[in-house]
Structure formats: structure tokens, C-alpha cells
């Protein structure tokens, strides 16, 4: 629905917060997602025209029954078209929110949105193929092997990372520092490919984290590590995307180097609110059912953070 879509202004890509976006194509709409299948294979969009076609079509060709989410946060490249054509299989389904509420929260809306209907896997990628989805079974294959949760790793013994430059300076040093500080025995703190059991989680871990930006990788990890729930780590390659920009913020670098500040001075278990009711949930503004209570106190639409109807 274009109803949510106010003002002209492109969102500063530094305060994705909030910021309400401008789409210049017409704004196709999109019908509430179904589940068909029992595993949900979460991407989150922003101006991914050049890949996600290829992406959807690849996770949908795997030896793996699943449904693919999009939550897509004001794309202006042709992304929406690319994925009016994907949502014609009833295996895919869009999310698309009134602005660039930023990845985490996109992330936080799959996590709500995988519970809300009863889901039992959720696995999570970047849409620029710089994660591999044909490495979707590996992950999946170490949950059915007893992990509650998997994580692509590109630091575990094996795996491979493309970045060259100060971003490869930057992923290996927040990645060391963030095991040395935490001491937890993982090596990849930072990268979204991930598989979880939703039964093993408990509802409202993950998606009531204060992060709505990249943070949200790190703090989720640590609150599922320190929930005591079982881990693995699968090598993987990762490659620099090939088309379109990064869309990380230079300030979500500071985010990053707080939250480890953060978790590395307390290293209880995370204190989180439960998932609200349906009543309470549903979103006064987008009458979505995404509403949770965010750091365990704020009450917030993951759906549209209060700025009306997604679609
Ligand atoms: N829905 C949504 N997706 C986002 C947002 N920011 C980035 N993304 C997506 O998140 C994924 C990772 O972003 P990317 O720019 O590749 O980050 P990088 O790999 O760390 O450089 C890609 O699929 C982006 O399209 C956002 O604010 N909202
Ligand atoms: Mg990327």
C-alpha cells in the first residue's frame, strides 16, 4: 500500500531510524504472506534490484520445502518490481515497510513474524549473494544433527571471506575482539547468515533486542549463546557483492563497538519482555500483529514503527 508513503526526501542512509522514503516507481501491493511449508528463509531488501530475483529463484530451486520473506524498507531501484514477479509463486512472500526502519528491525519482524505462524525453522541471508544459497541445507542439516542453532560462519576453521581492505581489517578485528571480550566460543559474531529452531528460542529473545541496525547481529548471537542454547558454526565462503552498494552506515560501526562495550560489562543472560497478546500486538497505526515491547519497555510496530500501513 502507497498510503504510508509521505514527504520526498531520500533517507539519510546514516540515520536509517524512522526515515520515511519516496519510492518513484508506483508501489505494487502485495498480499499478507502465507506459510506453506514448515521452514521460513528470511532476506531483508534495500535497493537489491541487481540480485534478488537470482536470489529468490535459487532458494526456491533447493532440496528444501520452504517459504522466502522479504521485508523490503522503501527500495527505489526496480527491487519492488523484481519482487511482484517472485510473489507470484505462493511461496514467496513480501513485507514492505513505509521507510528504512533499518535491518535489524527487519530482522526482529522475521523472527515475529516466523512465531506468528508457526514456523518451526527460520534461516536468514543478505540478498546480494554475498551469502551462498546453496550453503541453506548445510545449515539446516546441522540443526536436524541436534544444534538449536547454526550460523554461517566465515572465521570458522574452513570458511572464507572475499573483503579486501579496511573491510576485511574490520570484520577479523570485531570478530576476534568480540570473542576474546565476551568469551564465548564462536568466531562469527557479525554476519546474518543463520538458522535457528524456533521451539528452542524462547519467544521474545530476539525479537525484543534494542538494535535496529547491523548491532543487531552481535546482540542477538550473544542473547542465544548465553541462553545456553547449542551452537554450530558451518564454514562458508563469502563473496563481496557483485552489484548495488553496501548500505552499512559508517555510524552502525560505533553501534557495533558499543554493544560489545555493553555485553562485555554484563555478562548475564539477557532480561527480555515476553511477546505481547494478540491485543496488544496489534498495531494501532498499520493494524499490523507486530507490535512487541523493544528493550523491555517500549512498545513499537516492527511493521511500520507507528507511520501506517506496510504491505
Ligand atoms: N529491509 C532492510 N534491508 C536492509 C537495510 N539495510 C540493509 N539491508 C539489507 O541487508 C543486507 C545486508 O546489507 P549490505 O549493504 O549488503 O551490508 P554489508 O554486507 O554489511 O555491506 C542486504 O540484503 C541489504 O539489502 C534496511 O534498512 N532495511
Ligand atoms: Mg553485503
Same mark, same amino acid.
Given at each position: 500500500?502507497? +498510503? /504510508?508513503?509521505?514527504?520526498g526526501v531520500e533517507p539519510s542512509?546514516?540515520?536509517?531510524?524512522?526515515?520515511?522514503?519516496?519510492?518513484?516507481?508506483?508501489?505494487?501491493?502485495? *498480499?499478507?504472506?502465507?506459510?506453506?511449508?514448515?521452514?521460513?528463509?528470511?532476506?531483508?531488501?534495500y535497493n537489491e534490484a541487481g540480485t534478488i530475483g537470482a536470489l529468490v529463484e535459487r532458494v526456491l530451486a533447493l532440496?528444501?520445502?520452504?517459504?522466502?520473506?522479504?521485508?523490503?524498507?522503501?527500495?527505489?531501484?526496480?527491487?519492488?518490481?523484481?519482487?511482484?514477479?517472485?510473489?507470484?509463486?505462493?511461496?514467496?512472500?513480501v513485507i514492505r515497510r513505509p521507510g528504512k526502519l533499518g535491518l535489524g528491525s527487519?530482522?526482529?519482524?522475521?523472527?515475529?513474524?516466523? #512465531?506468528?505462524h508457526g514456523y518451526a525453522r527460520l534461516v536468514t541471508l543478505d540478498a546480494d549473494l554475498s551469502h551462498d544459497p546453496a550453503d541453506?541445507?548445510?545449515?539446516?542439516?546441522?540443526?536436524?544433527?541436534?544444534?538449536?542453532?547454526?550460523?554461517?560462519?566465515?572465521?570458522?576453521? +574452513?570458511?572464507?571471506?572475499?573483503?579486501?581492505?579496511?573491510?576485511?581489517?574490520l570484520s577479523r578485528t570485531a570478530n576476534a575482539l568480540a570473542r576474546g571480550m565476551l568469551r564465548l566460543p564462536i568466531r562469527e559474531f557479525t554476519t546474518s547468515l543463520r538458522a535457528?529452531?524456533?521451539?528452542?528460542?524462547?519467544? +521474545?529473545l530476539v525479537e525484543t533486542i534494542g538494535a535496529d541496525g547491523y548491532a543487531f547481529f552481535l546482540v542477538c548471537v550473544v542473547r542465544l549463546a548465553r541462553q545456553g542454547l547449542a551452537i554450530a558454526e558451518i564454514p562458508i565462503h563469502f563473496r563481496d557483492r557483485s552489484h548495488g552498494v553496501s548500505k552499512i552506515p559508517r555510524l552502525e560501526i560505533l553501534r557495533g563497538a558499543k554493544n560489545l562495550l555493553r555485553?562485555? /560489562?554484563? #555478562? #548475564?543472560?539477557?532480561?527480555?519482555?515476553?511477546?505481547?497478546? *494478540?491485543?496488544?500486538?496489534? @498495531?494501532?497505526?498499520?493494524?499490523?500483529?507486530y507490535r512487541v515491547m523493544?528493550?523491555?519497555?517500549?512498545?513499537? @510496530?516492527?511493521? @511500520?514503527?507507528?507511520? +501506517?500501513?506496510?504491505?
Amino acid at each position: 500500500m502507497a +498510503g /504510508a508513503i509521505a514527504g520526498g526526501v531520500e533517507p539519510s542512509i546514516d540515520d536509517p531510524k524512522r526515515a520515511v522514503s519516496t519510492p518513484e516507481q508506483p508501489m505494487p501491493a502485495f *498480499p499478507p504472506p502465507r506459510r506453506t511449508a514448515d521452514t521460513l528463509v528470511f532476506v531483508p531488501t534495500y535497493n537489491e534490484a541487481g540480485t534478488i530475483g537470482a536470489l529468490v529463484e535459487r532458494v526456491l530451486a533447493l532440496p528444501v520445502r520452504a517459504d522466502v520473506l522479504v521485508v523490503d524498507d522503501g527500495s527505489t531501484d526496480g527491487t519492488l518490481g523484481v519482487l511482484a514477479q517472485a510473489a507470484a509463486d505462493p511461496r514467496v512472500g513480501v513485507i514492505r515497510r513505509p521507510g528504512k526502519l533499518g535491518l535489524g528491525s527487519a530482522h526482529k519482524l522475521a523472527w515475529l513474524h516466523a #512465531r506468528r505462524h508457526g514456523y518451526a525453522r527460520l534461516v536468514t541471508l543478505d540478498a546480494d549473494l554475498s551469502h551462498d544459497p546453496a550453503d541453506i541445507p548445510r545449515l539446516l542439516a546441522a540443526l536436524d544433527d541436534g544444534a538449536e542453532v547454526a550460523i554461517g560462519s566465515r572465521f570458522a576453521p +574452513g570458511g572464507r571471506l572475499d573483503y579486501r581492505g579496511w573491510r576485511r581489517l574490520l570484520s577479523r578485528t570485531a570478530n576476534a575482539l568480540a570473542r576474546g571480550m565476551l568469551r564465548l566460543p564462536i568466531r562469527e559474531f557479525t554476519t546474518s547468515l543463520r538458522a535457528a529452531r524456533l521451539d528452542r528460542v524462547p519467544a +521474545g529473545l530476539v525479537e525484543t533486542i534494542g538494535a535496529d541496525g547491523y548491532a543487531f547481529f552481535l546482540v542477538c548471537v550473544v542473547r542465544l549463546a548465553r541462553q545456553g542454547l547449542a551452537i554450530a558454526e558451518i564454514p562458508i565462503h563469502f563473496r563481496d557483492r557483485s552489484h548495488g552498494v553496501s548500505k552499512i552506515p559508517r555510524l552502525e560501526i560505533l553501534r557495533g563497538a558499543k554493544n560489545l562495550l555493553r555485553l562485555a /560489562a554484563n #555478562r #548475564r543472560a539477557a532480561d527480555f519482555a515476553p511477546l505481547l497478546g *494478540p491485543d496488544e500486538s496489534r @498495531c494501532p497505526a498499520c493494524e499490523g500483529p507486530y507490535r512487541v515491547m523493544v528493550a523491555g519497555s517500549r512498545p513499537e @510496530c516492527l511493521a @511500520c514503527a507507528g507511520h +501506517g500501513r506496510s504491505s
